[in-house]
């Protein structure tokens, strides 16, 4: 399930490319073993910045955020696997 979450405590030398965050939510029984993919399009305003290289998806997770493996893909979009996390009671 992707949800619309709040982009909280982005570190001041990322520059966020859209708006808000989401949250990627693994519903079911076990969170262990899960992934999914997250892609984004990369706004028009911001394809020929020939900054491309540098673009990627970022992970909040325990209150700090972590770049993921990313990569861009033809030009429009960004990608990342997202694996599951098993939650923390």
């Known amino acids: 399930m992707l949800m619309l979450a709040s ?3 982005v570190p001041d030398d990322w520059k966020k490319a ?3 965050a989401y949250s990627l939510i693994f519903t079911g ?3 262990a073993g899960n992934s999914g993919t ?4 990369i706004p028009s305003t911001l394809k020929n910045t020939g ?3 540098s ?3 970022g992970r909040y997770i ?3 955020w972590t770049i993921m493996p990313s990569e861009v893909i033809g030009g429009s979009q960004v990608r990342a696997s997202v694996p599951g996390q ?3 009671h």
């Open 29 to 31: 029984g076990g969170y």
């Open 18 to 20: 859209g708006g808000d």
């Open 86 to 88: 098993v939650p923390t």
């Open 7 to 9: 982009a909280t405590d």
């Open 38 to 41: 997250m892609v984004f399009t």
């Open 62 to 64: 325990g209150g700090s």
């Open 51 to 53: 900054d491309l290289h």
């Open 55 to 57: 673009f990627f998806i």
